[in-house]
């Protein structure tokens, strides 16, 4: 029987990360954009009380945004913006002079070097001081995925290709080129409520760096204040 393996607890803890970070900032700008890149069917809205003057944007490709209209429809403080992550042309449809806490849960690994260094480069001169937080697949993964065998989860079900991945050390320099200045990266550690990473994942973090350094990861990062327009470079 074809399938796609037993349930993955990461997802759900991965969930909760990204809404602890999305509530922590909306306590610190209560009129600030949540900007959602590839939401296609996520809830998360329905689990963050959203302060009066705050807004809720979720970016996703024409199908996607058809889809979602099924079973989430956009209101007044939840907008959806029918648009490639990729196609800043939704940069115009957003309000200005607002900080924002741009999501990408799941997005950044199936797309090349190259677009990942143009959108967070374009990501960072349209929203200075806003906060970024997403997820990686580290290298070996994302290699194993794009390979000739793929990557197999279950005897019936190949993972599709994810050109980037990243090992943990490399986020700071690589992101940094990117944006065309100096950022601070900061690791979240992936705390599962059970079974063995709920000890495993912390350990590695404390005694064993070098092994941490190799799994993939959930990090955030506060763009410039102040933006610049060099090029983005991806190698």
């Known amino acids: ?3 796609f393996g037993p349930p993955d607890g990461s997802h759900a803890v991965r969930a909760q990360l990204f809404d ?32 009066p003057d705050a807004l809720w944007v979720s970016i996703d490709l024409p199908g996607s945004i058809e889809v ?29 002079g607002r900080l924002a806490f741009i999501s990408a849960q799941g997005l950044l690994m199936y797309f090349r070097e190259s677009e990942l260094a143009e959108l967070l480069h374009a990501l960072a001169q349209r929203f200075p001081g806003s906060l970024l937080m997403f997820d990686y697949l580290n290298l070996a993964l994302s290699q194993l995925s794009c390979s000739p065998w793929g990557w197999m989860v279950t005897s019936s079900y190949r993972t599709p290709p ?5 090992d943990r050390a490399a986020l700071q320099p690589t992101l940094s080129r990117w944006i065309g200045q100096p950022v601070e990266v900061h690791n979240v550690t992936y705390r ?16 064993a760096p070098h092994l941490a350094n190799k799994l993939p990861g959930i990090c955030w990062l506060q763009f410039p204040p102040c933006p610049i327009t060099s090029p983005a470079t991806a190698a």
């Open 68 to 96: 979602r209209e099924r079973f989430i429809q956009p209101d007044t403080q939840h907008w959806h913006i029918a648009k490639s992550a990729f196609d800043t042309s939704w940069f115009d449809d957003v309000p200005a």
């Open 162 to 166: 994810m050109p980037w991945g990243i």
């Open 20 to 51: 602890a970070h999305i509530r922590a900032f909306l306590a610190a700008s209560p009129n600030g954009l949540i900007i959602n890149l590839g939401e296609g069917l996520e809830t998360q809205r329905y689990r963050i009380d959203l302060p």
């Open 192 to 207: 599962h409520p059970r079974g063995p990473w709920q000890w495993l994942a912390p350990t590695l973090e404390n005694w």
């Open 1 to 3: 029987m074809r399938r």
